[in-house]
């Protein structure tokens, strides 16, 4: 099994900052990237950030130059450092681990997702 632990999630005025970092246990092989999506209240899913096995980073337009996504060494843990926050940030952020299936195929694990809410 494999499991995904996600903290840092909180209430943040706009402007602040949070931390996410998301710890992945269990057994799993050929990780492909781990990465943060969010859904806001009546809208999709989307991603946030990525970064991949070999270390390089995607992020969506709307966060470049205020987050940052990283890992540890261990490649066990992934970090999104939140800054300059703004409303539109609001949303339940979850955790993602993409590993590797049959025939080149890519499976998903979710983390079961934490609220972050910036308001003043």
């Known amino acids: 099994q494999v499991q995904l632990e996600e903290s840092g999630g909180g209430l943040a005025q706009p402007g602040g900052s949070l931390r996410l970092s998301c710890a992945a246990s269990?057994?799993?092989?050929?990780?492909?990237?781990m990465g943060w999506y969010r859904q806001a209240q009546g809208k999709q899913r989307e991603l946030v950030a990525e970064?991949?096995?070999?270390?390089?980073?995607n992020y969506a337009d709307s966060v470049k130059g205020r987050f940052t996504i990283s890992r540890d060494h261990a490649e066990n843990t992934v970090h999104l450092q939140m800054n300059s926050l703004k409303p539109e940030d609001t949303a339940v952020y979850y955790c993602?681990?993409?590993?590797?299936?049959?025939?080149?195929?890519?499976?998903?694990?979710w983390g079961q997702g934490t609220q972050v809410t910036v308001s003043s």
């Open positions: 993602n681990l993409a590993v590797g299936g049959p025939g080149g195929s890519s499976y998903d694990h």
């Open positions: 970064i991949t096995r070999s270390g390089r980073t």
């Open positions: 269990g057994r799993f092989s050929s990780m492909y990237a």
